[in-house]
């Protein structure tokens, strides 16, 4: 296995990369290679190795090679000041036909050929952020105790609802889609397990083509048992969260500022905290916004974007925590206090990443809730879980293309997404 090109040493080196340019000079030529740890100049003398030459003049970004030659440090080089002075060539494979697509083009056109797109320098800094987001998220709570679960996506009942699911052929039956690992962390807590995560898939049947949607996502969901409160998951989740932007900020804010101009900031703790009525009355008066009637127990779009400069003209915070929301725009499994939902959503820069709440875990109310929402016959199986004893519990789902969506200020979820699935969009 050859070395990547961020670990070649001074001295005689044999290395692999893709061929992002080449630039052409009577006697000489420089070559740009890269692989997924950087870049490095690589320099032909033509005089010396004129069959070098001729390969390069034949080559077209994209096609691989494998190079031996001698690497110097060059105070004339801009990309780091080293270079490969080449001495052989090996191509490993030829691109037939040049990019149909360049940074230029707009996302669906690059997404038509994802393979090409993820080839930007961007792409693979967006991917490495998420990666340690997603670490980050399991070395916090792994140092809590939290055990990691792997939920079934095949289902026999909605996950939420009967609406917004795909339906699958299953054997001479059907099945869904999970739209969320919800009940499932559930059954967990009324195993016994304690505390409990996942990250993986979840599906949702929705004709939706806002910049925040996707019909298939990765999500990160938590629930743990023997809490207080919903003051209890906002604590845990506000904690969880600076922790992480702390570690993407050390390992990759100077790369991230300098790619998407973006300041990571760590927020301070902890996050402001208003109901949606008050927060309705605030942008009235702040901004001159009046929710319509229709749209009061719920977060209006509107109101959703004008949280980024309230909870920053107000509290000097990215992150707004929003309560109180009407019980008909609530899940059935939340609990209620006095017929309010013990939730909330938290807001980021002005779009909602999460979803949190204590669920009703006393199985007389909770059926009666679900009865409530039509629902009791579609979740039979899990009110199940509740009649053998549960304790106090609650937890939080958040979506990771869109956090790295709101972390890095990108105008659609489709570029934070390994490969998008939306309403139109089932390939690559």
Same mark, same amino acid.
């Given at each position: 296995?050859?070395?990547?090109?961020?670990?070649?040493?001074?001295?005689?080196?044999?290395?692999?990369?893709?061929?992002?340019?080449?630039?052409?000079?009577?006697?000489?030529?420089?070559?740009?290679?890269?692989?997924?740890?950087?870049?490095?100049?690589?320099?032909?003398?033509?005089?010396?190795?004129?069959?070098?030459?001729?390969?390069?003049?034949?080559?077209?970004?994209?096609?691989?090679?494998?190079?031996?030659?001698?690497?110097?440090?060059?105070?004339?080089?801009?990309?780091?000041?080293?270079?490969?002075?080449?001495?052989?060539?090996?191509?490993?494979?030829?691109?037939?036909?040049?990019?149909?697509?360049?940074?230029?083009?707009?996302?669906?056109?690059?997404?038509?050929?994802?393979?090409?797109?993820?080839?930007?320098?961007?792409?693979?800094?967006?991917? !490495?952020?998420? +990666? =340690?987001? %997603?670490?980050?998220?399991? #070395? /916090?709570?792994?140092?809590?105790? $939290?055990?990691?679960?792997?939920?079934?996506?095949?289902?026999?009942?909605?996950?939420?609802?009967?609406?917004?699911?795909?339906?699958?052929?299953?054997?001479?039956?059907?099945?869904?889609?999970?739209?969320?690992?919800?009940?499932?962390?559930?059954?967990?807590?009324?195993?016994?397990?304690?505390?409990?995560?996942?990250?993986?898939?979840?599906?949702?049947?929705?004709?939706?083509?806002?910049? !925040?949607?996707? +019909? =298939?996502? %990765?999500?990160?969901?938590? #629930? /743990?048992?023997?809490?207080?409160? $919903?003051?209890?998951?906002?604590?845990?989740?506000?904690?969880?969260?600076?922790?992480?932007?702390?570690?993407?900020?050390?390992?990759?804010?100077?790369?991230?500022?300098?790619?998407?101009?973006?300041?990571?900031?760590?927020?301070?703790?902890?996050?402001?905290?208003?109901?949606?009525?008050?927060?309705?009355?605030?942008?009235?008066?702040?901004?001159?916004?009046?929710?319509?009637?229709?749209? !009061?127990?719920?977060?209006?779009?509107?109101?959703?974007?004008?949280?980024?400069?309230?909870?920053?003209?107000?509290y000097g915070n990215e992150f707004l925590f929003v309560t109180d929301y009407d019980a008909k725009k609530r899940a059935f499994y939340h609990m209620r206090k006095d017929g309010v939902p013990q939730g909330y959503d938290l807001i980021?820069?002005?779009?909602?990443?999460?979803?949190?709440?204590?669920?009703?875990?006393?199985?007389?109310?909770?059926?009666?809730?679900?009865?409530?929402?039509?629902?009791?016959?579609?979740?039979?199986?899990?009110?199940?879980?509740?009649?053998?004893?549960?304790?106090?519990?609650?937890?939080?789902?958040?979506?990771?293309?869109?956090?790295?969506?709101?972390?890095?200020?990108?105008?659609?979820?489709?570029?934070?997404?390994?490969?998008?699935?939306?309403?139109?969009?089932?390939?690559?």
């Amino acid at each position: 296995m050859t070395p990547q090109i961020s670990n070649l040493k001074e001295g005689n080196v044999k290395f692999q990369g893709m061929v992002e340019t080449v630039r052409d000079k009577k006697n000489i030529q420089f070559i740009i290679l890269k692989d997924h740890s950087g870049k490095i100049q690589v320099t032909v003398d033509k005089v010396k190795y004129p069959e070098a030459g001729e390969v390069f003049n034949h080559l077209l970004t994209g096609s691989t090679v494998t190079v031996e030659g001698e690497l110097v440090k060059s105070e004339y080089v801009k990309l780091g000041g080293r270079e490969v002075l080449l001495s052989s060539v090996e191509v490993t494979s030829e691109a037939k036909e040049a990019y149909p697509i360049g940074p230029e083009s707009n996302i669906d056109q690059r997404l038509d050929y994802r393979w090409l797109d993820l080839r930007q320098e961007k792409n693979l800094l967006l991917f !490495k952020v998420q +990666t =340690e987001l %997603t670490a980050a998220f399991r #070395e /916090f709570l792994k140092e809590k105790e $939290f055990v990691e679960i792997h939920s079934p996506k095949l289902i026999g009942a909605a996950s939420e609802s009967g609406s917004e699911v795909f339906e699958v052929k299953y054997f001479d039956g059907k099945a869904y889609l999970a739209q969320s690992p919800q009940f499932y962390k559930q059954l967990a807590i009324c195993g016994g397990l304690g505390k409990v995560f996942e990250c993986g898939p979840v599906f949702r049947a929705e004709k939706s083509h806002s910049r !925040k949607h996707a +019909t =298939e996502f %990765t999500g990160f969901d938590l #629930e /743990f048992a023997n809490i207080e409160s $919903f003051e209890d998951v906002m604590a845990l989740e506000e904690e969880m969260l600076a922790f992480a932007l702390k570690k993407v900020k050390e390992k990759y804010g100077d790369a991230i500022k300098e790619l998407f101009g973006v300041e990571v900031k760590v927020p301070t703790l902890p996050f402001p905290r208003i109901t949606l009525e008050n927060l309705y009355k605030e942008l009235e008066k702040r901004y001159g916004y009046k929710v319509p009637s229709e749209e !009061k127990g719920d977060l209006s779009t509107e109101g959703e974007r004008l949280c980024k400069q309230f909870a920053e003209e107000v509290y000097g915070n990215e992150f707004l925590f929003v309560t109180d929301y009407d019980a008909k725009k609530r899940a059935f499994y939340h609990m209620r206090k006095d017929g309010v939902p013990q939730g909330y959503d938290l807001i980021w820069k002005g779009v909602e990443i999460t979803t949190g709440a204590q669920r009703e875990h006393r199985y007389d109310i909770l059926k009666a809730q679900a009865e409530e929402k039509g629902l009791a016959k579609d979740v039979e199986f899990y009110l199940q879980f509740f009649k053998y004893g549960c304790p106090p519990h609650g937890g939080f789902g958040i979506g990771l293309d869109r956090i790295t969506m709101n972390l890095l200020e990108l105008p659609t979820i489709k570029e934070t997404m390994f490969v998008f699935r939306g309403p139109e969009r089932i390939t690559p």
